[in-house]
């Protein structure tokens, strides 16, 4: 096993203290160091956002570079659902619909893109299998998560929940109330507004498909702006991204 301490770098953060089987590798790319400028400045690696392509393009050949990867990313097009793709041929060929990515094997680069939901990565503890999944509140509540487990036959699972809004700025209108237990939602500012706490719901649904280890990075996107990039702050902005693989 090999534990990574988390590197405070241009580019991108390496998953922070998470025991990942030698063959299974993951970061967490950052806002910085890129091509973009504002309001995407400056990784920015979503395509659908508005930034101009060709400096998408530069982004991510960058982030292929700075992390040795041993291929083009697996990129999805993410709709806030449930459905978890298997990624069986070679990856960078489509971007499916999806919200979730699944994979046996070697050198094939699982990608999630985000800008305030959750990214969560998860892997079996021999580094047989791994997943990729984004969860925002729509994702979360359609099962994301459990749809991802059942990709997964190991009963052995890591899991790791990168930067994100955290229950301190994610304020939302009662119409949420009965989507998520109560116990995950904090009083707002008025009494038509809560604070929802995703990230402990996640580790929550984490934990009951039997994930044996979780480390949450705790890193909220809002707090911490200047170095990652937030919808909820900015409106129009760039994504980060969390990537997975395995080497055999």
Not at 51 to 64: E, M, S
Not at 133 to 141: F, P
């Amino acid at each position: 096993m090999h534990c990574w301490k988390w590197k405070v770098a241009a580019m991108a953060d390496l998953a922070q203290p998470w025991e990942l089987a030698e063959n299974v590798f993951a970061a967490c790319t950052n806002r910085l160091g890129g091509y973009s400028t504002s309001p995407y400045a400056e990784l920015n690696l979503g395509r659908h956002v508005g930034d101009q392509p060709g400096r998408v393009r530069q982004n991510r050949d960058a982030v292929k570079t700075h992390l040795a990867l041993p291929a083009e990313p697996y990129w999805l097009t993410q709709v806030h659902g449930s459905q978890v793709v298997e990624v069986a041929g070679l990856a960078g060929v489509s971007h499916p619909e999806a919200d979730g990515s699944y994979t046996r094997r070697v050198d094939t680069v699982l990608a999630i893109q985000v800008a305030d939901c959750l990214p969560i990565l998860i892997s079996a503890a021999d580094g047989s299998e791994i997943t990729a999944l984004h969860a925002g509140w729509r994702g979360l509540h359609a099962g994301v998560i459990q749809a991802g487990l059942a990709r997964l036959s190991s009963r052995d699972l890591v899991a790791w929940i990168g930067p994100s809004i955290r229950q301190c700025h994610f304020e939302v209108g009662l119409e949420l109330k009965a989507a998520f237990p109560e116990a995950y939602f904090c009083e707002g500012n008025d009494d038509q507004h809560l604070y929802l706490d995703l990230a402990g719901y996640a580790v929550n649904l984490l934990s009951k498909g039997g994930v044996t280890a979780i480390i949450d990075s705790k890193i909220c996107t809002v707090c911490c702006n200047q170095r990652y990039f937030s919808h909820r702050h900015e409106g129009l902005t760039g994504r980060f991204a969390a990537l997975i693989w395995k080497t055999r």
